[in-house]
């Protein structure tokens, strides 16, 4: 018992720690070691259909970085190649790398802790984005009850649908579970073995689907803040945090600026939208309007779409979900942060304003500095998988923001792609997931403070 209780607080030590030095190494430690956990379990014998032997390394490891990234972009086929188990894996995998990289680290404390203390608050407040410590310990608690209810109202939506499409209730519950996980947490997932091609006309099993993947999308502080000034009614914008106001406005943009142009440049594409009837095209251009912030749904071949459509779809899955949401992505505020600066700088204004308020300038760096970190980590994976498999740049690029942005459309490369373009992909989503500020945070060295500081001199921009 002495000794139990001597290891327990050994690494409660250490968690402390770590936490302490660095809080974002820890972090990533963390989730890397979760996608080590599940790609363990993946190996297994009874995670396969097969049964008799277990999944090749990369195919196992692929999956589990894909699912905890909540990327959604697949070797094997989900429905077929996996077991019931196997597929009950990629379930809770999507479920808690849906909590985020810091979540994920403080419910670890409190697991080691029994308790969420200071080091641990200070984790979550930097993947919720709330500057209140002592509201963490419970709003932890309120991000789980919070996601765990918005994906049974889509299971709940979803499960009569499955009723009528003539599957047994079992099946049917399993089926709504599984996507309403999969679409709050933005991980495109199809446990279904058809797929959703089959149903690109169909209201009733689409909409659930594009409510959750934008709801879930818009972060956990956006979904909070409304939460929390639901009761004021009308004025209940005027309570809204920036954040929020810049969330939901760009993310409503992007959404109905994405849904025109895949409408307009796939409205008479014989291999996509050209043959089906308008109410079926108009649900198909919502449907890929939305599924970019960072959901691999697709209804249609992304294979067969026209070059200029994959271009459209290329920008918005680089800018992805909301900041500290199940998305990937640049996120949208950082867009929107950008494109203040610009008007600001256009206007000749001194400050970056919106809503009334005053944005610092160093968010600003902030926003530069994530845009140039995504960017490269494009670039340099790019640049990868075209030494590694002469496919064209189109289909590459598509491939590698798709996985940097953990969105999950697919081409359909991806399967085929040799073992080394695999892994290049596995660290794309890794890095796009757990954030190019954390990970460029958890390698370098505390910030440095400087006592002296050199004179000014403005350098000639553009």
Known sequence: MARGTGSVLGLREIVDRAARQSPARLAVTVFLGVCALFTV??????????????????????????????TGLTVVDTATYWSVGGQVVILVAIKVGGFGVMTLASILGLAVSRRIG???????????????LGEVGSLV?????????????????????????????????????????SAFNNAGFVPTEEGLRPHVGDWWLGLPLILGV????????????ILSTRRRGRRAWVHWSLHTKLTLVTSAALVAVGTLLVGALEWHNPATFG???????VLASLFAGVMPRSAGFSTVDVGS??????????????????SASTGGGIKVTTLAVMLLAIVAEARGDKDIEAYGRRIPRDTLRVAI????????????????????????????????ISAFATCGLSTGITPHLPDAAKYVLCGLMFVGRTGSMTFAAALALRDRRRIIRFPEERPIIG
């Not at 934008?214 to 803040?225: Q, T, W």
């Not at 043959?275 to 095209?281: E, M, Q, R, T």
């Not at 026209?306 to 800018?319: G, I, K, R, S, Y």
């Not at 845009?371 to 994976?381: D, H």
């Open 305 to 322: 779409m026209n070059e200029p459509t994959l271009l459209v779809t290329d920008a918005l899955m680089f800018v992805g979900g909301g």
């Open 275 to 281: 043959p089906l009837p308008a109410g079926s095209k």
């Open 369 to 400: 500095a994530v845009v140039f970190l995504g960017a490269t980590a494009v670039l340099a994976g790019s640049m990868a998988l075209l030494e590694l498999t002469g496919l064209s740049l189109d289909k590459v690029l598509f491939e590698v």
């Open 41 to 70: 379990l993946l190996l297994m014998p009874w995670a396969t259909a097969a049964g008799k032997a277990g999944a090749p390394f990369v195919d196992a490891l692929f999956t589990a970085v894909s699912a905890v990234c909540v």
């Open 141 to 181: 608690r309120v991000v789980i009850v919070t996601s765990t209810s918005l994906e049974a109202v889509v299971a709940l939506l979803l499960f009569p649908r499955f009723l009528t499409l003539h599957e047994s209730v079992g099946k049917a519950v399993w089926h709504a579970i599984f996507y309403g996980v």
């Open 214 to 225: 934008f709801v879930g999308a818009l972060g956990f502080p956006v979904i909070l803040n």
């Open 118 to 132: 200071l080091t641990q608050r200070m984790l979550t407040a930097s993947e919720t984005r709330t500057d209140r």
